[in-house]
């Protein structure tokens, strides 16, 4: 079982709202990642972070905004929430050596409505 | 950059038959590959990983992935799916340092 955790794992909001999807992993691990995941299954890179204080975009382009202040906790948040947003949302993390997995929380599915 | 490709969206076998889930990489350097698997509502779980000691991988549930540097290929096998095996597959690749890439996945669908 790999130690990470999202919370909430559902989510129903309505338009305007500001929301913040939460991750903490308890394994020590530098880097963190969130990503955005379709309905057709695909998974888009949103946020990525290397360490405390480090945050970069990812390949898709997001409105959300993530902080790194603690190395175990890695929030996403988005100021006001559009039915655009809908998905689900999986966080991640690894350890800074090569050839090192990703291990996954169970994500968040988040509606918008 | 790395990236990696797979074939199928869609792969239907049936109960006892083989599986086969196509997956090809691009990468300038020797690069390290992955097989995930997604259930319905959950994360990513890790089937196995190639870490170039031996081009056959050995995973876990019974998959295993060879590793084809002639062809770029990284392809998941299992001899005798499953219902259980019914999810979706995920190859992804890396290169050193540098952020895991995935494909698009792969939905396995098995019928009895």
Redesign the interface.
């Known amino acids: 079982e790999a130690d990470i955790y999202q919370t909430p794992r559902y989510l129903v909001i309505g338009t305007g709202k500001k929301i913040t999807l939460e991750c903490s992993q308890t394994m020590g691990h530098d880097k963190m990642y969130w990503y955005q995941q379709d309905p057709g299954m695909e998974l888009h890179l949103i946020h990525y972070s290397y360490g405390v204080n480090s945050t970069e975009k990812g390949d898709l382009s997001s409105e959300s905004t993530v902080s790194r202040i603690r190395t175990e906790h890695f929030p996403l948040t988005l100021e006001s929430a559009r039915p655009s947003h809908t998905s689900q949302y999986l966080c991640a993390s690894t350890y800074s050596g090569v050839n090192t997995e990703a291990f996954f929380g169970q994500g968040t599915r988040l509606t918008v409505v | 950059a790395q990236s990696v490709t797979q074939l199928g969206?869609h792969v239907s076998v049936s109960e006892g038959a083989l599986v086969l889930l196509r997956c090809n990489y691009s990468s300038s350097v020797p690069p390290?590959l992955?097989w995930?698997v997604?259930y319905p509502?959950?994360?990513?779980?890790?089937l196995l990983?190639y870490?170039s000691a031996a081009t056959l991988v050995k995973g876990i549930n019974g998959f295993e992935a060879e590793f084809k540097k002639s062809e770029t290929s990284f392809h998941l096998t299992k001899p005798s799916a499953h219902m259980s095996d019914a999810a979706?597959y995920?190859c992804?690749v890396?290169e050193?340092?540098q952020?895991?890439v995935?494909g698009?996945?792969t939905?396995l669908l098995v019928s009895p």
């Open positions: 969206s390290y992955f995930y997604q509502n959950q994360g990513l779980q890790l990983k870490t979706e995920f992804a890396s050193g340092f952020k895991l995935f698009t996945g939905r």
